[in-house]
């Protein structure tokens, strides 16, 4: 999870960037992820994140250049799952 953690920040924060700037319009947004505690589920957690992801990309329009920073985070969700699931 170290990983994940460390990498989607800024995947993050360049689809907000990308997002104010073709629009010129500033959002507000939450500087910090949830992170899970000791009890939670990785696994859950990140199939959560997906379908999340997966539900709400359409919400961002479909200019291709943010479409590409959504597939960045799309990429590292699916890699940090198949660490999950195939490398215990």
Request: net charge negative; glycine share 10%; proline share 2%.
């Amino acid at each position: 999870m170290q990983g994940f953690y460390q990498g989607l920040p800024d995947l993050v924060d360049g689809v907000i960037e990308a997002w104010q700037g073709r629009n010129g319009e500033l959002v507000e947004y939450p500087d910090q992820m949830v992170e899970l505690s000791e009890h939670d589920d990785a696994l859950v957690y990140v199939m959560y994140l997906k379908m999340l992801l997966e539900e709400e990309r359409g919400v961002l329009g479909g200019a291709s250049e943010i479409q590409n920073l959504v597939d960045g985070i799309a990429e590292l969700i699916d890699s940090t799952l198949y660490k999950l699931t195939f490398l215990k």
